[in-house]
């Protein structure tokens, strides 16, 4: 356990004990803060500053120094390429793309030959977006030589070369949005860009160039518009978009799409309240715009469905019945989910608990709140916990073949899961936009212990979910250790997971991620609790509910970094 967890945990464990005595539990959860970031291109930020090489500099230093001018914030990285020979500074791009490598990884001095060598993280193409590396290691000579009597390198990467640590501090997750092939649903593509660099113009470009590679499995290629110049800002906050001459020949349907896609990326970009199409100095109509051809920001939620909604209350299986927990009552849900008792081992909601899944020793049950008894809807012993997505399906997965099924109103079908090559999974949930997923599992074959998580996309024929393609394992660490469990995952928002697990240098726990897996944070653990075994979360307005249930039946609610508090119980599942 690393000294912060351990001060957390003992800080947790006082503050039960406190807490105990108190007559009254937050059995609804309380709303933790998940809000969208912005980000205002004007605002100050502490930068690194990279400095020049020193006068006769032993080789070792002009290295060191190079990877510090890397990081730093330099027009055309003039700084860095004072370190590198004539020839090599002209020839270097580093806009070509960022290598990331693991901390504590130093360059090693034989004679006047650098070389680094260690673990790589992953890297960023030019687009912005993560890729996740499959050479888990990095060996690079600079290649020293000799110019004008200093030492200058010869060989620099051919692109930005950043630890992990100064990647974090200097970088800013982003997410750009786009429009499935033949969907009306935005999804989240995240990038990341250099602190301070995020703004209107590089919001527009990244969203022209089309999505990352990964997603474009399901969107397709980029429409061939660019940007024709920098976005500028009216008073009234309109973004006035400079396109290509290729955009006039835009459908407006296509232009609508466009103006949408732009209008949801730079809902991160400080001081834009809507966006509006130019070319040549020619308006693009949109649909749903003002009259002067803008398109607002807020038209973007019709469009979103990861948008959150308001508080709600947790449902849950006590004493075999469904149940609401408002505050510290607990009362049955209305109708036959609330008076005829059935053993349910997990349990699921729509997006307004209207509508309820159960799984049974027999089966899927599913059916409204109200008199009617829900009914039989995959008679399949063995599910894991049902869930709705946004088109009213419900997604489950055989627990020991993993075959996926998707249960709708009339009739189930299985979904193609080749290109998980066989993980056996464990935990999953579907995104809000029904494009993507995101599985914990264990590897097929005699290495059945590897843990995996990852994300994958979500094809559709016909409007219907067809196949989960495009697997992306995310790599979980905790100080420096890969988490080896993984019980349960949850999405936190539009490219953020909530991860139930532990690595053999944490002990079990909360942690909330980034889909890329690069920024790691703990939330603790219930200190008096048994083993944790489910998640129920719900994204609000102002941010989002997280609740949780133990092997002995307990109910937790996260409060905050440093407390979870008893909410209830016993129960046999929980769900929002």
Partial sequence: MSAQRLVRTMVACCLALVLAGCASLPTSGPVQSEERRTYDENQSRVMIVPEPPPQGAIPFNIVTGFLTAMAGVDPGYATAREYLTTDAAAAWNPASGVLIYAGGTTPSVNGDQVIMSGAVVGSLGADGAFVASEDRTWTHDFKMVMQDGEWRISNPPPGLAVSEYMFNQGF??????????????????????????????????????????????????????????????????????????????????????????????????????????????????????????????????????????????????????????????????????????????????????????????????????????????????????????????????????????????????????????????????????????????????????????????????????????????????????????VRDVSWLGPSSLLVLGSSSASPPGVFDTDIDGLDVNDRGYPPLAGTLSQLAVHVTDTGAQVMALDEQGTIWSYQDPLRWTRAGGPASAVAF
């Fill in 172 to 485: 800013t997750r982003v997410d750009t949005y786009f429009f499935p092939a033949g969907g009306k649903t935005l999804v989240p593509d995240p990038r990341y860009v250099l602190s301070g660099a995020w703004n209107r113009t590089t919001a527009a470009r990244m969203v022209l160039a089309g999505p990352s590679t990964w997603l474009r499995a399901v969107t397709g290629q980029a429409g061939g518009v660019t940007l024709a110049g920098d976005v500028t800002m009216t008073n009234q906050g309109v973004a006035d978009v400079p396109l290509s001459a290729g955009a006039r020949d835009l459908s407006e349907e296509d232009a609508t799409a466009l103006a949408v896609e732009i209008a949801a990326t730079m809902r991160s970009v400080n001081g834009v309240s809507r966006v509006r199409l130019v070319c040549d100095g020619d308006y693009l109509p949109v649909r749903a715009g003002w009259p002067d051809s803008s398109f607002p920001l807020s038209g973007v939620d019709a469009y979103d469905r990861a948008r959150p909604g308001p508080p709600q209350v947790l449902l849950s299986v006590q004493n075999n019945l469904v149940v609401r927990q408002a505050g510290a009552s607990t009362a049955p849900v209305a109708g036959d989910w609330g008076s005829t008792p059935r053993a349910m081992t997990s349990l699921g909601s729509n997006a307004d608990q209207t509508q309820i899944a159960a799984v049974t020793a027999d089966g899927l049950l599913a059916g409204p709140l109200g008199a009617d008894p829900p009914v039989p809807r995959l008679p399949l012993p063995g599910l894991l916990r049902p869930q709705y997505d946004t088109s009213g399906n419900i997604w489950t997965v055989g627990s020991a073949d993993s075959a996926v099924y998707v249960v709708g109103p009339q009739s189930y079908h299985q979904v193609d899961t080749s290109a998980l090559a066989g993980l056996r999974i464990e935990a999953f949930q579907v995104s809000s936009d029904g494009r993507r997923i995101v599985i914990a599992g264990r590897t097929a074959g005699p290495d059945e212990s590897r843990q995996e998580i990852g994300v994958a996309l979500i094809a559709y024929t016909d409007d219907q979910p067809a196949a989960i393609i495009a697997w992306k394992p995310i790599r979980l660490s905790w100080d420096g250790a890969a988490f080896g469990s």
